[in-house]
């Protein structure tokens, strides 16, 4: 939070849009980080009787906010470029590398503490990709702090918020996008939906599967709900925990709900039923 202050002061004093901007990214990274450490100690809080799953899916809803306030921030910052350069003002270079350069070295160190757990983690990832993409800004406005000091091309000052802004967008959309798809119930990326059904389809006794689910608990956990025909009956507590601890381990399925049946009535899944205009319950 300090270095969003340094940022602010010295960047009305210098007259910089770059550092501003800057600094108003850097806030909106503060707000974000909250966010996912929230939603981090929600999802360790263990299942209610009204959040019979937990409260792991804020973790999602972390990752969306992330992406929004990253795309605010940009609109902001590409809003007060282009008036700058409509009403160009004269930039202290040296002021604006100095603090910039502070800033990298201190982005840079936080997006480096995130690194690891951002291919794992969307919400990790949304926190590591506020860290780097503020390195990357800090590093561009440092440069360009350099060219105005020994150039006084004051332009360079906005046109490298806006190229900066790109580079963020490019970045914060495809976060926004899979939080999204997580959020409205798709399947988390890295899981094989055909191939969950193939395993099944392959479990000896197993005839048929149907009314297969998938769908994200958190930005790191999976569940899953299927139907299996077997017409010798149930095959018994044993080999059911077996299938779940293959679906676990093989899968990423951290919570499996599978219902046995012997096919000798007729079931269909209520949700491929149902008309837009007339929701049904979810019953087979």
Known sequence: MLIVVVQAVYGFLAHSTALLADAGHN??????????????????????????????????????????????ACGAIVLEAVQRLLNPAPVAGL???????????????????????????????????????????????AISGLVILFTGASWIDPVMSI?????????????????MRLAMGAVPPGV?????????????????????????????????TAHLVMPDGHPGDVFVDGIVAALRRDHAMNHATLQVERGTTEHHCALHERSPAQPQAHAH
Do not use: C, Q
């Open 192 to 224: 094989d939906k055909p191939g969950i059904e193939r395993y099944l389809a392959g479990v000896p006794g197993v005839t048929d599967v149907h009314d297969l689910h998938v769908w994200a608990l958190s930005t790191t956990e999976n569940a899953m």
């Open 95 to 141: 002021d604006v590398f100095i603090v910039a350069t502070l800033g990298m070295v201190v982005n840079g160190f936080s997006a480096w503490l995130f690194m690891r757990g951002s291919k794992e983690d969307l919400n990790v990832r949304g926190a590591f990709l506020h860290m780097a993409a503020d390195a990357g800004i800090s590093a561009a406005v």
């Open 27 to 72: 806030l909106s990274d503060v707000l974000g980080l909250l966010l996912a450490w929230g939603a981090v100690w929600l999802g360790t809080r263990k299942p209610s009787e009204r959040y019979t799953f937990g409260l792991g899916s804020s973790s999602i809803l972390a990752s969306l906010a992330n992406a929004a306030l990253l795309l605010f």
């Open 163 to 179: 190229i900066v802004v790109g580079v963020i967008v490019v970045g914060t959309w495809g976060l926004g996008r899979d939080a």
